[in-house]
């Protein structure tokens, strides 16, 4: 008899995701995305982060002040870097697992790339108008949002 406990597809992408999540830098919003085929092979993996090259070390995390003082001008998020990872294979069709609602940016470079749904955990931002573009500009592209609900399951890895 096989196995029962098994992690299903979405619990295991959107493990991928959040484990992506724990490499970002980002004190106040950690967020991870992982990029899926339509055959259920990673594609892709990413989290919110400084672009090549900058160092977090020398570039602000901070949320409040002059625009060049905050991490919102700089920070490269998770999922345009989802899409920046990828080696190459066409993206059309495929599927995101996201920790966090994307943004309207980010939507913008997911719809172009073809992605065809978006599973995302946290939707924090949903009353931000950023979020309410996206939202706006996915149902116009036909592309499905849906909002991943965790099974409750603590998943520890061994080591």
């Known amino acids: ?70 991490k919102y001008v700089y920070v490269c998020h998770a999922e345009l870097n989802a899409i920046l990872n990828n080696s190459g294979v066409n993206l059309r069709g495929a599927k995101v697992y996201t920790t966090l609602f994307p943004c309207n940016e980010c939507t913008k470079a997911l719809i172009q790339t073809g992605i065809s749904e978006v599973i995302y955990l946290s939707d924090k931002y949903a009353m931000t108008d950023s979020t309410r573009a996206a939202k706006r500009m996915f149902a116009s592209a036909g592309i499905a949002c849906r909002q991943y609900t965790p099974i409750n399951r603590l998943v520890t890895l061994p080591l």
């Open 1 to 70: 008899m096989k196995k029962q406990d098994y992690l299903k597809w979405d619990e295991y992408f959107m493990g991928i995701a959040l484990l992506s999540a724990m490499r970002s830098k980002d004190p106040n919003t950690s967020v991870g995305a992982c990029i899926v085929s339509q055959e259920n092979k990673i594609l892709s993996v990413g989290y919110n982060g400084m672009p090549n090259g900058c160092s977090d070390d020398e570039y602000p995390w901070d949320r409040e002040g002059a625009a060049l003082d905050t």
